[in-house]
Structures are given as structure tokens and as C-alpha cells.
């Protein structure tokens, strides 16, 4: 009881414009309150994730996990395939910290501009860290630039309901995330820019959360086949 108080009451104490200060701040307590995010509306989506990625993953693939946070997913994947060949990145270096026990390459970087090159990567995963970014579709033109050929893309978000009902009866659960997380409700169709075809979606009978997932086509490095 008394640590959910003190989850309660740590928004009013985070330092507000400064994301990799507030996630360093939130670091220790971040696993714990997600799964209260989990709980109430994000479930159904990661589950979509990991059920993506444990048809996709093999021993050598080579998998980004952007946005890694403490590690909780890449140590996952880890469970899941502890042959692939894995990379964190973050920004907050505090959530590095906790990530480093995950065996991979863990680097130090923001979504907007990162330290890889073209097709690196065969599968990019981003969860719960898109809407975090200043510039979230500047963010996947980023994830779709160190994808290779044929590799698979996976998304998961934080979603604006568009019912207006859903919308009031989720209103201070959007507003704890808000504030406590410094995150966004992305629109419904987010991302709207994607090469040759749309993602595959998955929405939270919530409405709040969204799970896709995108092939690059095997055309070029861009993603756009000739």
C-alpha cells in the first residue's frame, strides 16, 4: 500500500521537460507501475507483441529493442530466443543500468537519431516509447531506416480512444500517464507514414493501446521496392 502512495505521488516530483530526467527519476519504480498500465489497458497489446516476435525470432537474427527502458522486454526476448543477436538502446541512462544484466550490445541514444547503419537490423521492436519522443513519426522513419530488407517492424503504443465515450471514462487514467510517464495518446492511424503497405493492427478493447507490426518490403534499404 504505502509504495503505490508513493507511485501515486511521484508525478508531482518529476522534473517536467526533460524526458531522460524524468525516466531517470523513474527508473527504480518504472517496472512496478507499468504493470498497472499492463493491467488496466495494455495488456492485450504487448501480448500481440510477444506472440509476433516468438513466431519471428531464431538464433543469429538480429534484434533492435528501441526505447529498451529496464530491460523487462529485451529479457523476454532473451527467454524466448537466447540465440539472437540483441541490441538495447535508451536514452535515460539510469534504464540502461537496470537493462545491463540483458546479455547484448546496450547503447546509449536517442530514437531520433540512431548510431546505426542502414538495414542493420532484421527485427525492430518499440514499445511504450514512441510517444514519449518529441517527433514519434520522425521516430519510425528512424526504426524503418536500420530495419533490413524483409525484417519485420513491431509497435506498441499508447492510443487516443476515439469513441467519445471511451475517451471521458479513460480520462484521468490518460491524464496519470501523462503526467507520470511524460507520454502521448497517439492518434488511431499513427504511424500514417510507412513504405508500400500499411502495418497490421491490433486495439485494446480499451481503445488505449495499439499493437502493429510491418514487413519491409525486400526491395531497397529504404523500404520502398523498385
Not at 12 to 23: E, H, N, Q
Not at 65 to 91: F, I, K, N, Q, S
Not at 157 to 170: I, V
Not at 193 to 199: A, F, I, K
Amino acid at each position: 500500500m504505502l509504495s503505490a502512495i508513493r507511485d501515486v505521488l511521484l508525478p508531482l516530483t518529476l522534473p517536467r521537460g526533460d524526458s531522460v530526467a524524468l525516466y531517470d527519476r523513474l527508473a527504480p519504480r518504472y517496472d512496478r507501475m507499468h504493470r498497472r498500465w499492463l493491467e488496466r489497458a495494455g495488456a492485450e497489446s504487448l501480448a500481440a507483441l510477444q506472440g509476433c516476435l516468438a513466431a519471428e525470432l531464431e538464433p543469429g537474427r538480429r534484434a533492435l529493442d528501441a526505447g529498451c527502458g529496464p530491460g523487462t522486454l529485451a529479457r523476454w526476448v532473451m527467454g524466448a530466443e537466447p540465440g539472437a543477436d540483441l541490441t538495447l538502446v535508451d536514452l535515460a541512462p539510469a534504464m540502461l543500468e537496470r537493462a545491463s544484466s540483458v546479455p547484448g550490445r546496450h547503447v546509449h541514444a536517442d530514437l531520433l537519431a540512431l548510431p546505426f547503419s542502414e538495414a542493420e537490423f532484421d527485427i525492430v521492436i518499440c514499445a511504450w516509447a514512441l510517444e514519449t519522443t518529441a517527433e514519434p513519426e520522425r521516430a519510425v522513419a528512424e526504426l524503418v531506416r536500420v530495419l533490413a530488407p524483409g525484417g519485420l517492424l513491431c509497435l506498441c503504443f499508447c492510443r487516443q480512444p476515439e469513441a467519445r465515450s471511451e475517451r471521458l471514462r479513460s480520462l484521468r487514467l490518460r491524464l496519470s500517464v501523462r503526467h507520470g510517464f511524460g507520454g502521448l495518446f497517439l492518434q488511431g492511424n499513427f504511424p500514417q507514414w510507412l513504405p508500400h503497405r500499411q502495418p497490421r493492427r491490433l486495439v485494446s478493447r480499451r481503445q488505449l493501446a495499439s499493437f502493429a507490426c510491418w514487413r519491409k518490403p525486400a526491395g531497397s534499404p529504404s523500404g520502398v521496392e523498385p
